[in-house]
């Protein structure tokens, strides 16, 4: 029998379809536990490669006998080797291209909504990963905010629709990911926004973004119209877009809110994000829809596989926008911060300017999961 290849999309689209499917993960049982495919009607085993060196007789009776099977590792050498082991046995088998690199890396472009004119704003779902990212279209021009490194995706995105990047935002300086927007800015000859108080430290050119600069895009009447919004960083910016949508980066998120601690300032910046999420969102239209920076878990998404909520609904149900007392709340913030992401203080270095590594270096820097959220 033959082994299939999967990719990172098709394994998507499962995933966001909630089709059932059987898992086999063959890297360390660490690795597993820190990170792996997620989806609510997925069957897991997970079984170190190197347990199966000698065959796969002994999980034979832990698979499904009429299923296929998908399996998965770091860069999919060993999953190949595995599922060819499988198939000799007679299993219907799988395995993910590119392992949990090429996961990682998947970006799935969903549109969330119309705006004026006949504008559009986009979302790119990064599955793997948990990181959202925004194009605004508007008139043949286009803007980005909070790009990953994977450029390309919204380079030949904007190319399909005929639109030109003009512009690019990042909400804050980034510690849980690679930005790309630097580098788009300078493929495209946009304009690069960064908030002036993240970026005292970067070795490149900027436009300062602060709070009553709107941006127009596409010469029409849409505008990204900046909201200072302190709280994950100390010059983290929220956007409101065409008076309907509120990009929150990562200070708000659909099931949680956002990390102080990042630059290690917990004890410092949660009064900050306390101010962010009890005062100022709270002045702002209950009808906006919350666009947020990441997704924790996979209930989040929608139908669709966008991630989006109304303001007021966050309002009544995230328990982090809901806990009265300002002792308390530091209390439930401090003390339950996640792990920090991994090589967090080389990719602000990175996003700095101040540090160049290759690209297989960046690939390995970003592995795992995104840990900006409380919860």
Not at 89 to 103: D, N, Q, S
Not at 324 to 331: H, N, T
């Amino acid at each position: 029998m033959s082994v299939n290849p999967m990719t990172a999309k098709e394994v998507a689209t499962k995933v966001v379809n909630k089709e059932s499917f059987f898992l086999l993960d063959v890297r360390n049982e660490d690795a597993f536990q820190d990170w792996k495919v997620e989806g609510e009607n997925i069957q897991y085993l997970n079984v170190p490669y190197f347990d199966l060196l000698d065959g796969v007789g002994e999980i034979l009776p832990k698979l499904p006998q009429d299923q296929e099977v998908l399996v998965v590792c770091a860069k999919e050498g060993s999953s190949i080797m595995v599922a060819e082991m499988l198939s000799e046995e007679g299993k219907t088998v799988a395995y993910l291209k590119g392992g949990m690199k090429a996961w990682s890396e998947h970006l799935e472009p969903v549109k969330v909504g119309d705006l004026k004119d006949g504008g559009e704003l986009f979302q790119f779902v990064r599955i793997g990963k948990g990181c959202l990212s925004y194009m605004v279209v508007s008139n043949g021009e286009a803007a980005l905010i909070d790009a990953t490194r994977m450029t390309g995706v919204y380079t030949d995105f904007a190319q399909e629709i005929g639109a030109i990047i003009t512009h690019v935002f990042d909400t804050h300086l980034h510690a849980d990911h690679i930005s790309g927007g630097r580098k788009i800015a300078e493929a495209t000859n946009a304009t690069y926004w960064l908030p002036p108080k993240d970026a005292q430290e970067v070795t490149f050119r900027y436009q300062p973004l602060e709070e009553g600069q709107d941006v127009t895009i596409g010469n029409t009447t849409i505008t990204i119209q900046p909201l200072y919004s302190p709280g994950h960083t100390i010059g983290s910016t929220s956007f409101i877009i065409d008076e309907s949508y509120l990009l929150s980066g990562d200070i708000l998120f659909i099931d949680s809110i956002g990390r102080p601690d990042l630059a290690g300032l917990a004890e410092d910046w949660v009064g900050d994000l306390r101010e962010t999420l009890y005062t100022r969102y709270k002045e702002l239209s209950d009808e906006l829809i919350v666009l947020p920076a990441h997704f924790m878990i996979m209930e989040e998404l929608n139908d669709d596989g966008s991630v989006s909520e109304k303001l007021g609904t966050l309002f009544a149900k995230n328990h982090g926008l809901n806990i009265e007392d300002e002792a308390a709340f530091r209390e439930m913030v401090t003390g339950n911060l996640p792990p920090q992401p991994n090589a967090y203080q080389e990719i602000r270095e990175m996003n700095m300017g101040k540090i160049s590594p290759d690209e297989e270096k960046q690939r390995e820097m970003e592995i795992g999961p995104n840990r900006c959220a409380v919860r």
